[in-house]
């Protein structure tokens, strides 16, 4: 069966430094998704960032970037210059025919 | 915003009695999925569907059913309420399951009394 492992339950950064979220998972397809979820104080699910698996080239949507590992089954998550509002939990997930499995979370807290 | 909402969203109940919570949608997206958020757990899978009446479990089914008699509506059923199902639940819907990011509702947080 596919697993998300985060391993890092909480971490925390200064503002405006760079932090990098951990993501292993475990496959046997090729060709798949992978994403990452932030979920705020307010409960809601918001999606940061997606990987085709197919794609060698690391996904980026402004201050958040991805470390791609195919090889490794790593999806690691990057924000750079950190703000108070990227403070939330963070999952990483991937996308398995008819299901969405998702890695436990990382608690992120925003030091100012 | 995808047009998702859950009902109810807040929920107190005694243990043994049946609760239906709902999830809606107006995407007309394929897939529906009931979520549970524990600390400590993320988010575990209790069932999904792929299409009206098209339904599976996930890894969490136990003490609950699914249906889909509509593609718009996904109904959760815990038969018989227990305190382990304290939870938050999340309905999530996609367009096509695996190439596509998950939208989701607002959250139903249920307690068992």
């Known amino acids: 069966a596919q697993t998300v492992t985060q391993s890092q339950p909480e971490m925390s950064v200064q503002e405006a430094e760079t932090v990098t979220l951990s993501c292993t998972y475990d496959?046997?397809?090729?060709?798949?998704?992978l994403f990452w979820y932030k979920q705020p104080p307010s409960r809601q699910m918001i999606l940061v960032i997606r990987q085709e698996a197919y794609k060698q080239q690391n996904a980026t949507e402004n201050r958040f970037s991805v470390n791609f590992q195919k090889a490794a089954k790593s999806f690691s998550l990057k924000i750079s210059d950190s703000q108070l509002g990227d403070a939330a939990m963070y999952f990483c997930?991937?996308?398995?025919?008819?299901?969405?499995?998702f890695g436990k979370g990382t608690r992120l807290h925003i030091l100012p | 915003d995808a047009g998702i909402t859950q009902s109810p969203r807040h929920k107190v109940t005694e243990t043994g009695t049946p609760v239906t919570l709902r999830c809606h949608q107006t995407e007309n997206h394929r897939y529906m999925y009931w979520y549970r958020q524990d600390p400590g757990h993320g988010l575990r899978l209790i069932h999904y569907?792929?299409?009206?009446?098209?339904?599976d479990k996930g890894e969490v089914s136990d003490g609950y059913s699914v249906s889909r008699s509509k593609t718009e509506d996904f109904l959760l059923t815990l038969e018989s309420a227990t305190s382990s199902q304290t939870s938050v639940y999340f309905c999530a819907i996609s367009d096509t399951g695996r190439y596509t990011e998950a939208f989701f509702g607002q959250g139903t947080r249920l307690t068992v009394v």
């Open positions: 569907s792929y299409g009206v009446k098209d339904t």
């Open positions: 997930a991937y996308n398995d025919d008819d299901k969405i499995i």
């Open positions: 496959t046997s397809e090729s060709d798949y998704y």
